[in-house]
């Protein structure tokens, strides 16, 4: 597992976490439908990705729809698995022309097939990218995705902080959240990332998903750049132990 210990004089790549909430309020305070606000959120995906890279973010992860987003109703979850769909295609040889590496986590088997077969197709185009590790989660819960974990973990050995984080990595590997950014107002995690955010810097917006801006994402790097991360120790003082995480069964 990667040690995060980073600060505001470090300039480590940086793994950013974005919970993209408000789509719904703002097709509604538009007169629009929810799902002409789901569309307007992919435009701020885009214009966050491509400035991700110029603010040393190396792995963006943004959650794009939750295991509870199921929840909603059809026709606005068909609306979304139509957008990814489309998304994925439209965007597969841009991000592939600017480097971008993008993969998807969270669970396959109960997406469409057409829905997993867009994700596979832009995975694929999109394999050799080393500009951005670009995340999106879909269908994505991590209590989910931290019970799929432990079980793994615990038939391959002890369970530690370690084998957790190897048995939570996916294709695009395992990283800490270091910066966890949720717009629309809302102040909570909705089940996203709980193990990675364990020492994430939170910073919320009250801006909607689909007005944000690579220079409101570079506010958000500015002000974490100016926190002190502490992970449990004082500033300046060198660790006198490091207490391991395991359990035995
Ligand atoms: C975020 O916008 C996108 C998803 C959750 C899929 P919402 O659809 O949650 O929008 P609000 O929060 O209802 O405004
Ligand atoms: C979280 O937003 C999921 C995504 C942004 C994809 P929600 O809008 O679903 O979360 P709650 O229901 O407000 O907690
Ligand atoms: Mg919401």
Known sequence: MQ??????????????????DGNGRWGERRGLTRTEGHHAGVDAVRRVM??????????????????????????EVDGMMKLIEHYMAMEAQPFADAGVRLTVIGRRDRLPRSTVAAIEKIEAITASGTMLNARLAIDYSGRHALLAAAARAFWNGPVTADSLSQALATGSGYRDIDLLIRTSGEQRLSDFLLWESAYAELWFTRTLWPDFTGEELADAVQAFRNRNRRFGGLPGVAPSAAPQLQVTT
Do not use: C, E
Request: charged share 15%.
């Open 3 to 20: 040690s995060n210990l980073q600060g505001k004089t470090s300039p480590t790549p940086l793994h950013v976490g974005i919970i993209m």
């Open 50 to 75: 491509m400035a991700a890279p110029g603010l040393n973010i190396d792995t963006l992860t943004m959650f794009a729809f939750s295991s509870d987003n199921w929840k909603r109703p059809k026709p």
